[in-house]
């Protein structure tokens, strides 16, 4: 150590007179050479452990935060997860704190997203009036669909993957190809409601759809037609969004009146709130 805080003081003539006094002080017992450079690379050392200090605090930070998540899945997410028939550890289960893409294009805030069933595919719907895809593993900007004339206000794919739904402030839903040949084109625009429509949901099997709408109103439509076959009422305000229940077709609605609907469908019969 004395060597090199010698070999340190020697190497710069601001040091001469200090370097003089520290190898008197050693009485010579320094040894020619030794410690060449070895406070500089001590010192190099030391910040790049401090740095890697900091990136290790930081992964200890962000393992805390999925700890504390964890923590309040039941019985601390020891026995997993149960997602799609099958069971996953919590650990799989819990999103990484930093994003995996980040799309950017629209020129309007962004009002909708949905995954394409099949292909590596998200739709964004948006207050400019078009719908974008994008590959969501490599963050690419697939292409823009245009044929709204005001804000877009919901995006859903069919189970199969087939046939997008897009439903918008311009009043209509319109539906997009999505199979091999149908080169994303529009292929219907559904009319019927008198305002907003701000939610669409497909039914098991995409042969029928349902729309939501600021008129109050439900909409169930033949998807081959084009048809509205059926209106549901029951809300008295904005009906904001509809979800339909995988297996059994139930549909439940929300609305600006602070009411959840829930439709139930009967044989042979209409839906039934």
Same mark, same amino acid.
């Given at each position: 150590l004395h060597a090199a805080v010698l070999s340190y003081l020697r190497g710069d003539a601001r040091f001469a007179g200090a370097a003089d006094a520290f190898a008197a002080? &050693? /009485?010579g017992a320094e040894t020619a050479g030794a410690g060449q450079g070895l406070l500089e690379k001590k010192w190099t050392s030391v910040v790049r452990l401090q740095r890697k200090v900091l990136e290790l605090e930081a992964k200890v930070g962000e393992l805390e935060a999925e700890r #504390?998540? &964890? /923590?309040? =899945?039941? $019985? /601390?997410?020891?026995? /997993?997860?149960?997602v799609g028939g099958q069971l996953r550890s919590a650990e799989?289960? @819990?999103l990484k704190a930093s994003a995996h893409q980040r799309m950017t294009g629209h020129r309007s805030p962004v009002t909708a997203v949905a995954f394409h069933p099949r292909f590596n595919l998200v739709a964004s719907a948006? !207050?400019?009036? +078009?719908? #974008? =895809?994008?590959?969501? !593993?490599?963050?690419?900007? !697939?292409? +823009? @669909? #245009?044929?709204? +004339? $005001?804000?877009?206000?919901?995006v859903t794919f069919s189970e199969d993957g087939q046939l997008m739904a897009t439903c918008?402030? %311009? &009043?209509s839903i319109k =539906?997009? %190809?999505?199979?091999s040949a149908g080169k994303y084109a529009c292929v219907k625009t559904l009319m019927g409601h008198d305002h907003n429509v701000s939610g669409v949901a497909f039914f098991r099997g995409g042969s029928q759809l349902v729309s939501c709408s600021r008129d109050k109103t439900l909409k169930l439509w033949d998807t081959s037609s084009g048809f509205c076959v059926q209106t549901l009422v029951g809300h008295d305000e904005w009906v904001r969004k509809v979800a339909v229940h995988a297996e059994s077709g139930t549909l439940a609605s929300c609305s600006s009146d602070h009411t959840v609907i829930v439709w139930r469908p009967q044989a042979s019969e209409p839906l039934q709130c």
């Open positions: 002080a &050693l /009485g #504390k998540m &964890l /923590g309040a =899945l039941p $019985n /601390g997410g020891a026995a /997993g997860v149960a799989s289960f @819990l948006s !207050e400019d009036a +078009t719908v #974008k =895809l994008w590959d969501f !593993e490599t963050g690419d900007f !697939e292409r +823009t @669909l #245009k044929g709204h +004339t $005001n804000a877009v206000q919901d918008s402030a %311009d &009043l =539906l997009w %190809d999505f199979s």
